[in-house]
């Protein structure tokens, strides 16, 4: 491949460069657009419990709301997490490369907990350690005929070129429309989830049926979630304070059910911590926990950035449900408190990108920022900076609450495109200088691409190395690219 490239007279690779540099400067040519597009959706209501898609799994003590998550730091281990309604049988987790051969078991753990008057089943965690890189492995959970199998495949080594294919869900809840947006994410080919946070919105209901929709929302996802690891960030759904019902810890249930590899990224809270996966560093950030200076999540974001090798891992990726620029009115400038506090290590980092949710439409950023802002110059609209994340708002899973559909007017300067419908995103990794990025509009019957731009990597696409490297193995695949556009 590298023999076929260096073949190329030098003027093919720079017109090669110099059309992807124009396709991708779509993203910052500044001038945003609101779309008018207007899907019929279906009513913002959600499922009715006795629906097929919280079917039960057949047998007594059956395991159901069976999802995996990333488990270690660098993608080789998983936690499998599952719910039993009675008696707390053994939490092993049987395990191979092949179908139906299960060599290797792990034990986890099980746990129970009340929320009110809702008694929840056991929820099983259980760490599948020292697994092979880009490996597809099969596993068993439950007892006799009662167990299920499911499958997964882990990422490829970590490394700067390694490939990969993320998906971006958020604020889902489980209504029809929730359903829509996980049918088409299904044929999107991405291979995890980044979820930016509101899950279940079981806090939407009291007593008992709080549990009983968490309960339901683990049965509703598991069709992917069983298969593919999705990185948790919590939201504000997740902090069920009910004190009128005696539920005074906040994310009880959320922490109870959905594990996070938080210690393995130094962090003392499930709620912060980080993964790199491929050649991407995922940095996950809680909107709804402190962050202000000394802070817990201060003091570990500020050695985490200090852990991020880009020449290992050239995508620096940031999740938070509250996004930190929304030209929205629903939520507007919510996410300026954090964006006081962080916007300056992300701009110093040069964070490629930056996924939130809280806001039901979607919306993209130019590479903006506002970190020359101080109350004594008074200096304090968001300008173009070249260093600066593409924030990219994705709460448009579809939940109960329906759209944000009124947009500030006029769109902003640093507003690229929005709009108030359903989807999800897709993030493709190409390599360590460019990753194509999709948001997806849920569509009647069928998958749109709309929103869609070449992302070039802020360390390698701007590092005096690429132009020695650019000659070598890259072109290929960004002859690819081209094609795509
Ligand atoms: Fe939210």
């Given at each position: 491949?590298?023999?076929?490239?260096?073949?190329?007279?030098?003027?093919?690779?720079?017109?090669?460069?110099?059309?992807?540099?124009?396709?991708?400067?779509?993203?910052?040519?500044?001038?945003?657009?609101?779309?008018?597009?207007?899907?019929?959706?279906?009513?913002?209501?959600?499922?009715?419990?006795?629906?097929?898609?919280?079917?039960?799994?057949?047998?007594?003590?059956?395991?159901?709301?069976?999802?995996?998550?990333?488990?270690?730091?660098?993608?080789?281990?998983?936690?499998?997490?599952?719910?039993?309604?009675?008696?707390?049988?053994?939490?092993?987790?049987?395990?191979?490369?092949?179908?139906?051969?299960?060599?290797?078991?792990?034990?986890?753990?099980?746990?129970?907990?009340?929320?009110?008057?809702?008694?929840?089943?056991?929820?099983?965690?259980?760490?599948?350690?020292?697994?092979?890189?880009?490996?597809?492995?099969?596993?068993?959970?439950?007892?006799?005929?009662?167990?299920?199998?499911?499958?997964?495949?882990?990422?490829?080594?970590?490394?700067p070129?390694?490939?990969?294919?993320?998906?971006?869900?958020?604020?889902?809840?489980?209504?029809?429309?929730?359903?829509?947006?996980?049918?088409?994410?299904?044929?999107?080919?991405?291979?995890?989830?980044?979820?930016?946070?509101?899950?279940?919105?079981?806090?939407?209901?009291?007593?008992?049926?709080?549990?009983?929709?968490?309960?339901?929302?683990?049965?509703?996802?598991?069709?992917?979630?069983?298969?593919?690891?999705?990185?948790?960030?919590?939201?504000?759904?997740?902090?069920?304070?009910?004190?009128?019902?005696?539920?005074?810890?906040?994310?009880?249930?959320?922490?109870?059910?959905?594990?996070?590899?938080?210690?393995?990224?130094?962090?003392?809270?499930?709620?912060?911590?980080?993964?790199?996966?491929?050649?991407?560093?995922?940095?996950?950030?809680?909107?709804?926990?402190?962050?202000?200076?000394?802070?817990?999540?201060?003091?570990?974001?500020?050695?985490?950035?200090?852990?991020v090798d880009r020449e290992k891992t050239p995508?620096l990726?940031?999740?938070?449900?509250?996004?930190?620029?929304?030209?929205?009115?629903?939520?507007?400038?919510?996410?300026?408190?954090?964006?006081?506090?962080?916007?300056?290590?992300?701009?110093?980092?040069k964070?490629?990108?930056?996924?939130?949710?809280?806001?039901?439409?979607?919306?993209?950023?130019?590479?903006?920022?506002?970190?020359?802002?101080?109350?004594?110059?008074?200096?304090?609209?968001?300008?173009?900076?070249?260093?600066?994340?593409?924030?990219?708002?994705?709460?448009?899973?579809?939940?109960?609450?329906?759209?944000?559909?009124?947009?500030?007017?006029?769109?902003?300067?640093?507003?690229?495109?929005?709009?108030?419908?359903?989807?999800?995103?897709?993030?493709?990794?190409?390599?360590?200088?460019?990753?194509?990025?999709?948001?997806?509009?849920?569509?009647?019957?069928?998958?749109?691409?709309?929103?869609?731009?070449?992302?070039?990597?802020?360390y390698w696409?701007?590092?005096?190395?690429?132009?020695?490297?650019?000659?070598?193995?890259?072109?290929?695949?960004?002859?690819?690219?081209?094609?795509?556009?």
């Open positions: 491949m590298i023999g076929t490239v260096n073949s190329r007279p030098s003027w093919f690779v720079q017109v090669i460069f110099a059309a992807i540099t124009f396709l991708s400067y779509g993203a910052r040519v500044y001038g945003g657009i609101t779309s008018t597009f207007v899907r019929s959706e279906w009513p913002s209501v959600d499922i009715p419990l006795d629906n097929e898609v919280f079917a039960v799994p057949k047998g007594h003590n059956a395991p159901q709301q069976v999802h995996i998550t990333q488990g270690d730091y660098d993608g080789k281990a998983v936690i499998v997490s599952w719910v039993t309604t009675d008696t707390p049988v053994l939490s092993v987790v049987h395990f191979g490369t092949s179908p139906g051969r299960y060599t290797l078991s792990a034990k986890g753990t099980a746990t129970n907990y009340t929320f009110h008057n809702y008694k929840s089943g056991y929820v099983h965690h259980c760490l599948l350690e020292g697994l092979k890189y880009d490996t597809k492995y099969y596993y068993k959970i439950g007892e006799g005929d009662s167990s299920r199998e499911f499958s997964f495949q882990t990422p490829p080594k970590i490394g070129d390694a490939p990969y294919k993320f998906g971006i869900i958020g604020d889902l809840g489980q209504t029809y429309n929730s359903l829509s947006t996980l049918e088409h994410y299904m044929h999107s080919g991405a291979q995890a989830v980044l979820f930016v946070g509101d899950l279940s919105y079981a806090d939407r209901y009291q007593y008992n049926d709080v549990g009983l929709r968490w309960d339901t929302w683990g049965r509703f996802i598991e069709k992917i979630a069983a298969y593919q690891p999705w990185l948790w960030a919590a939201g504000n759904h997740e902090i069920e304070y009910m004190p009128y019902m005696g539920e005074v810890i906040p994310f009880k249930s959320y922490l109870y059910r959905y594990a996070t590899p938080y210690l393995a990224s130094k962090s003392t809270s499930p709620l912060w911590y980080a993964v790199r996966r491929a050649s991407a560093h995922i940095i996950v950030l809680s909107s709804y926990s402190p962050f202000v200076k000394y802070t817990p999540q201060w003091m570990w974001l500020r050695e985490e950035l200090k852990r995508w990726i940031v999740l938070m449900h509250v996004p930190i620029y929304n030209s929205n009115d629903a939520h507007f400038m919510e996410g300026e408190s954090m964006r006081s506090v962080f916007e300056r290590w992300f701009v110093r980092n964070v490629d990108v930056i996924f939130a949710g809280h806001v039901h439409a979607y919306e993209r950023s130019y590479r903006i920022s506002n970190i020359h802002y101080n109350v004594s110059t008074g200096d304090r609209y968001p300008i173009p900076d070249e260093s600066a994340p593409v924030y990219i708002t994705v709460g448009d899973g579809g939940n109960q609450e329906g759209l944000a559909g009124r947009f500030r007017d006029p769109q902003p300067d640093y507003s690229a495109f929005r709009e108030a419908s359903y989807g999800h995103s897709t993030l493709e990794i190409k390599n360590r200088t460019h990753a194509l990025y999709h948001w997806n509009r849920n569509d009647d019957g069928r998958k749109v691409a709309t929103d869609s731009f070449v992302l070039q990597n802020q696409a701007t590092n005096g190395r690429r132009r020695r490297l650019k000659k070598n193995h890259y072109l290929t695949s960004l002859v690819g690219q081209i094609a795509t556009y």
